[in-house]
């Protein structure tokens, strides 16, 4: 304290030795509070801890009467303690009593102490308790002051967060900081996972947090500073691919906060409390967590962002710590909480060890959740916060179905979940038992389960649930997990091992979908207002050709004269196919001139995704061999709906007359054309959808590799005439209806159709 007899610095390095003694908490704290009082001339210096019922607890005082110490409680928002919890921001008055929040409570004896400054007591931006201090004459507290509390605060909120608190609070009171929780987030890849939390990006761990020499950590800042500018510069003004994937308007922000004087004022000034250069980031990061996390303006929660990154890369920088957990360090049974991360990160991780992820942002089409479906690992998407609401080594359970996590689980709902997962597990191994009962309905109609697949390891899974081929391989996967364009030989190597991978069963490759959201780190990135509907898949490969003969050649070199089936995504008119089927030609003609072999039997095929395509369908079935229904795309397109916007995802339904008669329409065409068709979206994976789809004609269905066991069992109780006597007069029908699912519900449930 500013004219204290011994300085911010003695008071932390007191405090730090009293942390050090073998006392128990109480003793502990009861100790603390008195320095803190002493050093800072204060008669009262009281601890208040926030339990998991939301009320602050006064766990320990210096001044106040201690036979309130655990019995003095108030609510967040409830007398001045309260209202620095409600707003996680310090609050300082010489005349506490006049103020309107004030609330008196007989048993403390506080009514002789006029002045009162209080301090919250912050980890990741998170309130744990709050710390005050008061005085009997009325005086005003200087923002210096004011300043030395939050960082001696920063010494109590390690000591909450090591539990230590929990064995000193009252039976039955547990503190905020073991509280079980529950975040609500958005479902992403189904399934239930128990384990612990793994941080993906690991918290540092700030050994030291009072500085021996102040002069020093602030030159430590200052360099660390330097370089973390350096770095910023070099990211953006390097040449224009470089920074893995981060897009040059992010770092172009982080620079200007990189440079900002109020940013840097407020880290040297809270080193000069006495703290080390890391642990001042760290308290000023803090702060600022709080203050924004409380903002309702997604701008600003979004800078929270940035403040965080670069927080971070300052951290790592002052303190050498890796950025991502080394592999070894995995626990058994793992749950990864990130805020984001990458496809190819998630694979670098050891699968056998991963039981599911977290992440605060990215939704069901994000990289990575396409790559944990892959994986077979359940996903929540959207939790906020979560990062900063869970430690290393807790126990956490997700249920990506509910889109939920389940923080500190009590050990009742632990029980609940874990049954829950080995009813999962049970119901997967009748399913495997289904392996090689062929997929036909009761009335003796068979239908061909395919597999989705976009990744080597999704391979062994064909034999695994006995799918008939692989009905689409997204081969952008393989160039979104890569770090730089992957040439000829490589794109050779990587089809000839899948073809290899499934010597028995054909493999119908699509060409590059990428554009939209599906971004390519290395590549040029052009900013779109409607990515959708912009510059992507068969669009890009038309436009940049020598891009897709690359492609083409490869798949050609790989399949080494063996049968070849290849789709072209986004195709919108039926000049688009002529013109890649000249493309496809011409690469023919190369592979002769090179005197390589030919594919045996190359056929070539049009995903049914633009709705432009719905009224030149003759034209289109004239020229391909077969049709295969992108049908996330074509409901998208049709409902002008975007697939990935939470606001607008249950807004329209594919079971609608509109969704159902596109599609009866495309496998009527095609049958009559005597060409096959295929629909390969996530609806053909949904046992109701399945249902309808063979109701109107479908006879190849291709899914992700969980969905082949559920939808296998929906077929083989299936009467595929009578479900299509059914649906037919429904889509006679001119109600108007929304959807037609709760008929098609009421009828699987009438005739006992396994769903
Ligand atoms: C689709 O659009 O239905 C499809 C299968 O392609 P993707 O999901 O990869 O866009
Ligand atoms: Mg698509």
């Not at 931006?125 to 960082?151: F, H, K, M, P, S």
Request: glycine fraction near 8%; hydrophobic fraction near 40%.
């Amino acid at each position: 304290m500013a004219g204290a007899p011994a300085g911010p610095r003695v008071l932390l390095r007191r405090i730090r030795e009293v942390m050090a003694e073998p006392v128990n908490a109480q003793t502990r704290l009861d100790k603390i509070v008195i320095q803190i009082a002493a050093n800072m001339v204060a008669e009262v210096c009281s601890v208040y801890v926030l339990r998991d019922d939301g009320r602050l607890e006064l766990f320990a005082t210096e001044g106040l009467n201690r036979t309130a110490v655990h019995l003095t409680t108030m609510r967040s928002g409830e007398g001045l303690v309260g209202l620095i919890a409600a707003t996680a921001q310090p609050l300082a008055l010489s005349d506490a009593q006049s103020h309107p929040s004030f609330s008196y409570k007989p048993e403390t004896g506080e009514e002789i102490y006029h002045s009162f400054v209080g301090v919250p007591i912050l980890r990741g931006g998170n309130t744990l308790g709050i710390l005050v201090v008061q005085n009997r004459a009325q005086r005003t507290y200087l923002d210096e002051e004011i300043e030395d509390l939050q960082t001696t605060s920063m010494l109590l909120a390690e000591m909450i967060a090591s539990g230590e608190l929990q064995s000193i609070a009252p039976a039955g009171t547990v503190i905020a900081l073991r509280k079980s929780l529950t975040l609500k987030g958005s479902p992403v890849a189904d399934g239930v996972g128990l384990g612990h939390v793994v941080l993906h990006e690991p918290r540092i761990v700030i050994a030291q947090l009072v500085a021996e020499d102040p002069k020093k950590e602030s030159a430590r800042l200052d360099e660390a500073i330097k370089v973390l500018r350096a770095s910023m510069d070099e990211l953006i003004d390097g040449n224009e691919h470089q920074g893995a994937g981060e897009h040059r308007d992010v770092l172009e922000t982080l620079r200007l906060i990189v440079n900002d004087p109020g940013w840097m004022r407020r880290m040297r000034e809270a080193v000069m409390t006495g703290l080390t250069a890391e642990a001042a980031v760290e308290r000023v990061q803090n702060d600022t967590r709080a203050r924004l996390q409380r903002s309702t303006d997604p701008y600003m929660r979004e800078r929270l962002h940035d403040l965080d990154d670069l927080a971070n890369r300052l951290l790592h920088q002052l303190t050498g710590q890796p950025f991502v957990r080394a592999n070894d360090k995995l626990p058994e049974n793992a749950i990864l909480v990130a805020r984001t991360m990458g496809a190819a990160a998630l694979l670098d991780y050891d699968r056998r060890k991963l039981r599911g992820i977290v992440l605060e942002e990215g939704g069901g089409s994000s990289h990575v959740a396409i790559v944990a479906r892959a994986l077979g690992l359940p996903v929540v998407g959207d939790v906020p916060n979560i990062t900063n609401l869970v430690e290393d080594g807790e126990a956490i359970i997700i249920d990506g179905a509910a889109g939920e996590a389940l923080v500190r689980p009590p050990a009742d709902l632990e029980a609940a979940y874990a049954e829950k997962a080995r009813l999962r597990a049970g119901r997967q191994e009748q399913y495997r038992n289904l392996r090689d009962t062929p997929a036909v309905t009761s009335d003796g109609v068979t239908i061909d389960l395919h597999m989705n697949a976009g990744l080597p390891v999704d391979l062994p899974h064909v034999n695994e649930t006995g799918a008939v081929s692989i009905g689409l391989f997204r081969t952008e996967l393989l160039f979104m997990v890569a770090s730089k364009f992957p040439r000829l030989e490589e794109q050779t190597r990587l089809y000839k091992s899948i073809l290899d991978a499934v010597p028995d069963k054909p493999v119908t490759f699509r060409t590059l979908d990428i554009g939209g959201d599906k971004i390519l780190p290395y590549m040029r990135h052009y900013e779109e207002e409607n990515p959708a509907l912009g510059w992507r898949a068969v669009r890009i490969g038309l436009d940049r050709p020598a891009l897709l003969r690359y492609q083409l050649r490869a798949m050609f070199l790989g399949a080494a004269g063996r049968d070849l089936r290849i789709m072209f995504p986004m195709v919108a008119e039926a000049a688009e196919f002529d013109s890649v089927k000249d493309l496809t030609l011409l690469e023919l003609e190369h592979l002769d001139r090179h005197c390589h072999k030919r594919p045996r039997n190359l056929q070539l095929g049009v995903m049914i995704e633009v709705p432009s395509l719905l009224w030149q369908l003759d034209e289109i079935l004239e020229r391909v061999d077969f049709l295969s229904v992108g049908s996330n795309d074509l409901m998208q397109y049709l409902f002008a709906s975007d697939r990935d916007n939470k606001r607008t995802a249950g807004r329209f339904d594919a079971l609608s007359p509109s969704g159902l008669r596109a599609l009866k329409l495309i496998v009527d065409k095609a049958g009559e054309a005597g060409k096959p068709v295929t629909l390969c979206g996530e609806m053909g994976g949904k046992p109701l959808e399945a249902l309808a789809l063979v109701a109107l004609g479908y006879r190849g269905l291709s899914m992700s590799p969980s969905s082949i066991g559920p939808i296998k069992a929906m077929v083989l109780g299936l009467d595929a005439s009578d479900a299509r006597a059914h649906i037919l007069p429904l889509l006679e029908r001119r109600d108007g209806a929304h959807s037609l699912r709760d008929d098609l519900q009421r009828y699987a449930e009438e005739k006992g159709v396994p769903l």
